[in-house]
């Protein structure tokens, strides 16, 4: 049985070590670090102590029992104080020069801003090519399935980034619920795609089959404005607020809807969800082995793949669509008001600019994004459920934006692809369950969840202001120059 | 022009401010919980002039300028902006009756602002202001906040206009109108060489400069500036003087200007208002206002009756 | 009126709990201005704190005073939740001080879902069921086969909440500490200046918040003799519910809002639905926030233009 340190204290944190003279000082200086270590030891067991310790461990269907495990916190103590020394001794010294942080571009900086050009093309261009890869890569299509549906998964986070992105990276509107404008265009898609009066209606006009074919196609539209609409309703009376209230609003909105999922059985079919929502259809071209199948009219061998490598391009489709939305409305005067109302709200105001209708059309715009992912979602899926729609999905969304560096487009799906990408390979840690590490009982999903809060943490210390911090301008004169993050405001509500 | 008139005969028997006003002001009064801001303040500030506001701090100046602004609501008093030309009393009245807040007059429209939010004073009313701690969008260049500045103008036919999301032939047309009255701005503040460059990252006599542009895209009819001067240098204090003066002279622009450098405001202001704990103590030109014993006396610190001697002193 | 009576009893005996996380909240809201959303959490791994050392003296050390268990948990929880929430903030927070709005945010979400999940993996994904500590009950008053019940566990929470507050406020309003938490609400960098030591004040008031939480989370678990590695969340903001309520950055407001909550949450069981508790709690949360911003005891915030 083993643990993972969680507790650490903080790479970042300047260890409270008085500065060491410059010269001649070796000693002393030893002799704090190895001071720090000891104490940090012994905070590091202090707080684990308890929690990993003792384990209250449930015997059958009797009392709870104790069971210890004194040598793991020794162990981790340990860790945290040979880190910490060996730290404090090389990295953290006081006498090292530092690292220019904002002032001057440093070679990193300079090396990016020359390659940003070609950011986009090969981003996009991976991203067309992934598919094809995979197959190349996993030696068939079949055996592509895992790669193809990765990539499936993480674009969907990359264009939830990209739509919150809309609200809080430009608008600088702070929404922790954005995951229930993602569950309206779910259940809208969910609801009405197996609703049997409709099909009954269009099996009488248009054929049996029409609606199943048809139905994602015409709900895709449906439920982005469906989601858009709940956006304008739940924005129009928490928008005035701001900064965290706002956040909190918005939570709690999003946990309204989650919980009226649950509990409105007679809809929604309450936990147990949506199934049977028919799959997605080649515009009407079903991806089945029938005559008039995908695989038959285009002269294929019949393969389930099909279906997995369209929905990987609608998603692209998707995303690409956000991402072209959101740099051609940065350039008109609503995403620019909405960048001014992030630098400056009074500002904006005295300039005639009505703040509510413009902070109503980015969480509109941004829930019409929301509302798309969640209709492909839930045919991608084929089942809708609220457990899909939980607060942590909106956290880890906005986590993606706030990691990515907010505003930044690249930086979202960098986060996106890392994050996602991540966790899901974080999954798969299955050579951890060698004899040599954890052995074959340990399971490495049951730790996703714990290291992903912990880089969260660790990602935010490390880079505050996530990983592309600069703004692009949306106009130039002469020569566009990236904005320093330092001056770009993040916005009060 | 009537501002000529003013200076050239101190005390005429109807002022140019009385005869042909764009704003005004009658028993404005602002409390705060108890405390009383601004007490029954009335003044006009004459059209295609630049109106001064003085006092010492903490007289109400600025929340005279927030209430016309529209960020606060005044507690009571009547707030009248005129287009096009004044309007009659009887008109006042008969737009304060009707309930709304704003009514056609035979010369233009009237607007009541203290019946309008802050977002329409600057649209609907084209009144348009700065700040004393400056507020640009130090995120976005020059160029951009100009451009935001023009946000009424651009979104004439909708916040979303297909024409604007196609990118079409029309709208880049108006982008371009957009783009060169910005340039048109930021040649006359001289600071052309800084489009690209984020506002936050000028100096702070440019940061100033720059607000007023940002103000004047606006195309307003009143310009509120709220101590343009404070912390400028003598020479950049003498190029807003400049600046100020052209945009009366070149524009159909009045001014309305809070400021504490008397220099500016004895040079370039046609009409002073003075303001003291949230009165009014004294309103005329400048000379008369520099000769009033009780602004002497105010801005001095000394009793009311020290201050007919104060005033010989002074002009002696 | 039966009814009505013995939820009275129930509802002030989850508002004391709720009140004490509230309080939490409150404090470092009006001190660093963030909404730490990791207290929650910090409230559940103090219940587990508790859950270990009444294990510990039951059946180790084979202590049989009831009492006696409860003090000394207490303490005990009290000290390791406040070790807990002290490393959290050197670690999590310190770091962001100053920097970036959003990034304490994140960081404090981050942290949440790295307590839950630390507290999964250390004791399991079950439920702990514990068995019942004080079972006994007063009975007030029968009618109709219907008893009122006064429990003795909830008289020892509104007990030990009262006394706790009383020196709690104590301690905010008449120790310099309390001062020099007053001081850098107001102006940090003023306060920094006239030699309060502003990092030490902000560890302090986070260890402060996490031992109220920690007796919270005792009596959380004594009342309902479970805990489970989730039961941080909903708790959480029920907690920050009522801070808002109360009116954030208020203390009394807290304790109000707490027990208002309380009473709202266990009214709303008893005489509409179940089902809709949580949302009966979200949704004043949400319309206390549009239409009284400043909450019941609060300041409110003038806008500076």
Same mark, same amino acid.
């Given at each position: 049985m083993a643990l993972p340190s969680v507790d650490v204290p903080a790479p970042s944190a300047p260890p409270p070590v008085p500065a060491a003279p410059a010269r001649g000082a070796r000693g002393s200086a030893v002799v704090a670090a190895l001071n720090d270590a000891v104490v940090s030891g012994l905070i590091t067991a202090l707080v684990l102590l308890p929690l990993v310790g003792f384990r209250a461990t449930e015997s059958g269907s009797g009392p709870l029992t104790l069971t210890y495990r004194f040598g793991l916190v020794a162990v981790f103590a340990a860790i945290v104080a040979i880190l910490r020394f060996v730290l404090t001794l090389t990295v953290w010294r006081r006498d090292r020069k530092p690292r220019a942080r904002t002032e001057g571009p440093t070679a990193a900086a300079r090396l990016g801003t020359l390659a940003a050009p070609a950011v986009k093309p090969v981003f996009f261009g991976f991203a067309i090519a992934y598919p094809f890869l995979s197959i190349l890569m996993a030696g068939g299509l079949s055996s592509s399935r895992y790669w193809v549906d990765l990539g499936i998964y993480v674009l969907t986070y990359v264009m939830l980034g990209w739509g919150l992105n809309i609200v809080v990276g430009l608008a600088g509107l702070l929404d922790l619920g954005y995951v229930a404008f993602y569950a309206v265009g779910a259940y809208t898609f969910a609801l009405l795609s197996t609703s049997v009066p409709l099909n009954d209606f269009f099996a009488g006009h248009l054929g049996e089959n029409f609606w199943t074919a048809w139905s994602f196609w015409i709900c895709l539209p449906l439920s982005g404005l469906l989601a858009a609409f709940w956006g304008v309703i739940l924005g129009f009376p928490v928008l005035r607020l701001r900064g965290d209230y706002l956040a909190i609003v918005t939570l709690a909105f999003g946990e309204i809807i989650r919980l009226v999922l649950i509990n409105w059985v007679s809809l929604t079919n309450g936990g147990a969800g949506i199934s049977s929502i028919p799959p997605i259809s080649f515009f009407g071209i079903p991806f089945d082995s029938s005559d008039t199948g995908f695989a038959a009219?285009?002269?294929?061998? !019949?393969?389930?793949?099909?279906?997995?490598?369209?929905?990987? !391009?609608?998603?692209?489709?998707?995303?690409?669509?956000?991402?072209? /939305?959101?740099?051609? &409305?940065?350039?008109?005067?609503?995403?620019? $008001?909405?960048?001014? #109302?992030?630098?400056?709200?009074?500002?904006?105001?005295?300039?005639?600019?009505?703040?509510?209708?413009?902070?109503?059309?980015? !969480?509109?715009?941004?829930?019409?994004?929301?509302?798309? $992912?969640? $209709? !492909?979602?839930?045919?991608?899926?084929?089942?809708?459920?609220?457990?899909?729609?939980?607060?942590?999905?909106? /956290?880890?969304? &906005?986590?993606?934006?706030? &990691?990515?560096?907010?505003?930044?487009?690249?930086?979202?799906?960098?986060?996106?692809? #890392?994050?996602?990408?991540?966790?899901?390979?974080?999954?798969? &840690?299955?050579?951890?369950?060698?004899?040599?590490?954890?052995?074959?009982?340990?399971?490495?999903? #049951?730790?996703?969840?714990?290291?992903?809060?912990?880089?969260?943490? $660790?990602?935010?210390?490390?880079?505050p202001r996530g990983l592309v911090s600069s703004r692009m301008p949306t106009i130039f004169l002469k020569e566009r120059k990236a904005v320093s993050g330092a001056l770009v405001k993040e916005g009060h509500g | 022009m009537a501002a000529d008139a003013a200076t050239l005969d101190p005390a005429p028997p109807t002022r140019a401010w009385q005869s042909d006003p764009i704003l005004q002001a009658d028993h404005l009064s602002m409390r705060f919980g108890g405390l009383v801001a601004v007490n029954d303040v009335s003044f006009v500030a004459g059209r295609g002039e630049v109106t001064a506001v003085i006092g010492p701090n903490g007289a109400g100046k600025t929340t005279v300028f927030n209430c016309i602004t529209g960020f606060y609501k005044p507690t009571t008093g009547r707030l009248g902006l005129f287009h096009g030309g004044a309007a009659g009393s009887d008109e006042i009245d008969a737009v304060t009756a009707s309930g709304l807040s704003w009514g056609k007059t035979r010369a233009g429209a009237l607007y009541l602002l203290e019946r309008l939010p802050d977002h329409k004073v600057a649209s609907w009313a084209r009144v348009a202001r700065t700040f004393q701690n400056i507020r640009l969008f130090s995120g976005m260049t020059v160029l951009e906040n100009l451009l935001v500045a023009q946000h009424m103008s651009l979104t004439t036919s909708g916040l979303l206009s297909p024409a604007a999301i196609l990118n079409l032939p029309s709208w880049q047309r108006r982008q371009k109108g957009a783009v060169d009255r910005a340039l048109y701005w930021l040649h006359k503040i001289g600071l052309m060489g800084r489009a690209d460059d984020p506002a936050g990252d000028l100096p702070y006599g440019d940061q100033r400069r720059l607000e007023i542009a940002r103000a004047m895209c606006t195309e307003p009819v009143l310009l509120c500036l709220d101590e343009p001067a404070a912390g400028l240098n003598p020479r950049e204090s003498a190029a807003l003087n400049e600046l100020l003066l052209s945009i009366r002279r070149e524009h159909q622009t009045s001014i309305l200007l809070i400021e504490h450098d008397m220099s500016v405001v004895m040079e370039i202001s046609d009409h002073v208002v003075v303001l003291e704990y949230g009165s009014k103590i004294a309103d005329g030109t400048p000379d008369e206002v520099r000769n009033d014993p009780r602004v002497i006396a105010s801005y001095l610190g000394v009793e009311e009756e020290e201050a007919a001697s104060v005033e010989a002193e002074v002009q002696a | 009126m039966d009814i009505f009576l013995q939820q009275l009893i129930n509802g002030l005996t989850l508002g004391s709990i709720y009140g004490l996380i509230a309080i939490g909240y409150t404090m470092v809201f009006g001190i660093i201005g963030m909404v730490n959303f990791a207290h929650g959490d910090v409230f559940m791994v103090s219940a587990f704190i508790g859950l270990i050392c009444i294990l510990l003296l039951t059946t180790v050390i084979g202590m049989s005073s009831i009492f006696l268990i409860l003090a000394i948990t207490l303490v005990v929880a009290m000290v390791f939740t406040g070790l807990v929430s002290w490393t959290i903030e050197r670690v999590a927070y310190r770091p962001l001080r100053g920097s970036f709005r959003l990034a304490p945010m994140i960081s404090a979400i981050g942290m949440s879902i790295l307590l839950s999940n630390f507290v999964q993996v250390a004791q399991g994904p079950r439920n702990k069921p514990l068995p019942p500590m004080v079972p006994d009950v007063i009975v007030l008053m029968e009618r109709d086969g219907y008893q009122v019940t006064l429990a003795y566990k909830q008289i020892i929470i509104m007990v030990v909440t009262a006394v706790l507050l009383a020196g709690f406020w104590w301690l905010v309003q008449k120790t310099p500490l309390g001062r020099a938490q007053r001081a850098c609400e107001q102006d940090r960098k003023m306060a920094a200046l006239l030699g309060v030591n502003v990092d030490q004040t902000i560890s302090l008031t986070f260890v402060i918040g996490a031992a109220l939480a920690a007796v919270a989370g005792v009596m959380y678990m004594m009342y309902y003799g479970v805990v489970n590695f989730s039961d941080g969340f909903v708790p959480g903001v029920k907690a920050f519910t009522a801070a808002v309520l109360g009116g954030i950055g208020s203390l009394p407001g807290a304790v109000l809002g707490g027990l208002l909550i309380g009473l709202i949450e266990t009214f709303w069981s008893a005489y509409f639905s179940i089902e809709y508790k949580d949302v009966a709690a979200f949704s004043i949360l949400v319309v206390t926030l549009i239409f009284l911003p400043q909450g019941l005891l609060g300041r409110p915030e003038v806008e500076k233009v």
């Amino acid at each position: 049985m083993a643990l993972p340190s969680v507790d650490v204290p903080a790479p970042s944190a300047p260890p409270p070590v008085p500065a060491a003279p410059a010269r001649g000082a070796r000693g002393s200086a030893v002799v704090a670090a190895l001071n720090d270590a000891v104490v940090s030891g012994l905070i590091t067991a202090l707080v684990l102590l308890p929690l990993v310790g003792f384990r209250a461990t449930e015997s059958g269907s009797g009392p709870l029992t104790l069971t210890y495990r004194f040598g793991l916190v020794a162990v981790f103590a340990a860790i945290v104080a040979i880190l910490r020394f060996v730290l404090t001794l090389t990295v953290w010294r006081r006498d090292r020069k530092p690292r220019a942080r904002t002032e001057g571009p440093t070679a990193a900086a300079r090396l990016g801003t020359l390659a940003a050009p070609a950011v986009k093309p090969v981003f996009f261009g991976f991203a067309i090519a992934y598919p094809f890869l995979s197959i190349l890569m996993a030696g068939g299509l079949s055996s592509s399935r895992y790669w193809v549906d990765l990539g499936i998964y993480v674009l969907t986070y990359v264009m939830l980034g990209w739509g919150l992105n809309i609200v809080v990276g430009l608008a600088g509107l702070l929404d922790l619920g954005y995951v229930a404008f993602y569950a309206v265009g779910a259940y809208t898609f969910a609801l009405l795609s197996t609703s049997v009066p409709l099909n009954d209606f269009f099996a009488g006009h248009l054929g049996e089959n029409f609606w199943t074919a048809w139905s994602f196609w015409i709900c895709l539209p449906l439920s982005g404005l469906l989601a858009a609409f709940w956006g304008v309703i739940l924005g129009f009376p928490v928008l005035r607020l701001r900064g965290d209230y706002l956040a909190i609003v918005t939570l709690a909105f999003g946990e309204i809807i989650r919980l009226v999922l649950i509990n409105w059985v007679s809809l929604t079919n309450g936990g147990a969800g949506i199934s049977s929502i028919p799959p997605i259809s080649f515009f009407g071209i079903p991806f089945d082995s029938s005559d008039t199948g995908f695989a038959a009219l285009f002269g294929l061998e !019949f393969n389930s793949m099909h279906r997995m490598i369209f929905l990987y !391009f609608v998603i692209l489709g998707l995303a690409a669509l956000t991402a072209l /939305a959101t740099i051609r &409305l940065r350039k008109m005067p609503v995403g620019r $008001a909405w960048e001014a #109302l992030r630098e400056d709200e009074i500002a904006c105001r005295s300039l005639g600019i009505n703040t509510t209708l413009t902070k109503l059309t980015a !969480f509109a715009t941004g829930a019409l994004f929301g509302g798309f $992912a969640g $209709a !492909f979602f839930a045919v991608r899926i084929r089942f809708v459920s609220p457990e899909s729609f939980t607060f942590m999905e909106s /956290a880890v969304i &906005l986590a993606i934006v706030v &990691l990515g560096g907010m505003g930044s487009q690249m930086g979202v799906a960098a986060a996106a692809v #890392l994050l996602i990408g991540g966790m899901e390979l974080l999954r798969n &840690l299955s050579f951890l369950k060698a004899d040599f590490l954890f052995g074959p009982d340990f399971d490495p999903s #049951l730790y996703r969840m714990l290291i992903f809060g912990f880089a969260m943490v $660790a990602v935010m210390v490390w880079r505050p202001r996530g990983l592309v911090s600069s703004r692009m301008p949306t106009i130039f004169l002469k020569e566009r120059k990236a904005v320093s993050g330092a001056l770009v405001k993040e916005g009060h509500g | 022009m009537a501002a000529d008139a003013a200076t050239l005969d101190p005390a005429p028997p109807t002022r140019a401010w009385q005869s042909d006003p764009i704003l005004q002001a009658d028993h404005l009064s602002m409390r705060f919980g108890g405390l009383v801001a601004v007490n029954d303040v009335s003044f006009v500030a004459g059209r295609g002039e630049v109106t001064a506001v003085i006092g010492p701090n903490g007289a109400g100046k600025t929340t005279v300028f927030n209430c016309i602004t529209g960020f606060y609501k005044p507690t009571t008093g009547r707030l009248g902006l005129f287009h096009g030309g004044a309007a009659g009393s009887d008109e006042i009245d008969a737009v304060t009756a009707s309930g709304l807040s704003w009514g056609k007059t035979r010369a233009g429209a009237l607007y009541l602002l203290e019946r309008l939010p802050d977002h329409k004073v600057a649209s609907w009313a084209r009144v348009a202001r700065t700040f004393q701690n400056i507020r640009l969008f130090s995120g976005m260049t020059v160029l951009e906040n100009l451009l935001v500045a023009q946000h009424m103008s651009l979104t004439t036919s909708g916040l979303l206009s297909p024409a604007a999301i196609l990118n079409l032939p029309s709208w880049q047309r108006r982008q371009k109108g957009a783009v060169d009255r910005a340039l048109y701005w930021l040649h006359k503040i001289g600071l052309m060489g800084r489009a690209d460059d984020p506002a936050g990252d000028l100096p702070y006599g440019d940061q100033r400069r720059l607000e007023i542009a940002r103000a004047m895209c606006t195309e307003p009819v009143l310009l509120c500036l709220d101590e343009p001067a404070a912390g400028l240098n003598p020479r950049e204090s003498a190029a807003l003087n400049e600046l100020l003066l052209s945009i009366r002279r070149e524009h159909q622009t009045s001014i309305l200007l809070i400021e504490h450098d008397m220099s500016v405001v004895m040079e370039i202001s046609d009409h002073v208002v003075v303001l003291e704990y949230g009165s009014k103590i004294a309103d005329g030109t400048p000379d008369e206002v520099r000769n009033d014993p009780r602004v002497i006396a105010s801005y001095l610190g000394v009793e009311e009756e020290e201050a007919a001697s104060v005033e010989a002193e002074v002009q002696a | 009126m039966d009814i009505f009576l013995q939820q009275l009893i129930n509802g002030l005996t989850l508002g004391s709990i709720y009140g004490l996380i509230a309080i939490g909240y409150t404090m470092v809201f009006g001190i660093i201005g963030m909404v730490n959303f990791a207290h929650g959490d910090v409230f559940m791994v103090s219940a587990f704190i508790g859950l270990i050392c009444i294990l510990l003296l039951t059946t180790v050390i084979g202590m049989s005073s009831i009492f006696l268990i409860l003090a000394i948990t207490l303490v005990v929880a009290m000290v390791f939740t406040g070790l807990v929430s002290w490393t959290i903030e050197r670690v999590a927070y310190r770091p962001l001080r100053g920097s970036f709005r959003l990034a304490p945010m994140i960081s404090a979400i981050g942290m949440s879902i790295l307590l839950s999940n630390f507290v999964q993996v250390a004791q399991g994904p079950r439920n702990k069921p514990l068995p019942p500590m004080v079972p006994d009950v007063i009975v007030l008053m029968e009618r109709d086969g219907y008893q009122v019940t006064l429990a003795y566990k909830q008289i020892i929470i509104m007990v030990v909440t009262a006394v706790l507050l009383a020196g709690f406020w104590w301690l905010v309003q008449k120790t310099p500490l309390g001062r020099a938490q007053r001081a850098c609400e107001q102006d940090r960098k003023m306060a920094a200046l006239l030699g309060v030591n502003v990092d030490q004040t902000i560890s302090l008031t986070f260890v402060i918040g996490a031992a109220l939480a920690a007796v919270a989370g005792v009596m959380y678990m004594m009342y309902y003799g479970v805990v489970n590695f989730s039961d941080g969340f909903v708790p959480g903001v029920k907690a920050f519910t009522a801070a808002v309520l109360g009116g954030i950055g208020s203390l009394p407001g807290a304790v109000l809002g707490g027990l208002l909550i309380g009473l709202i949450e266990t009214f709303w069981s008893a005489y509409f639905s179940i089902e809709y508790k949580d949302v009966a709690a979200f949704s004043i949360l949400v319309v206390t926030l549009i239409f009284l911003p400043q909450g019941l005891l609060g300041r409110p915030e003038v806008e500076k233009v």
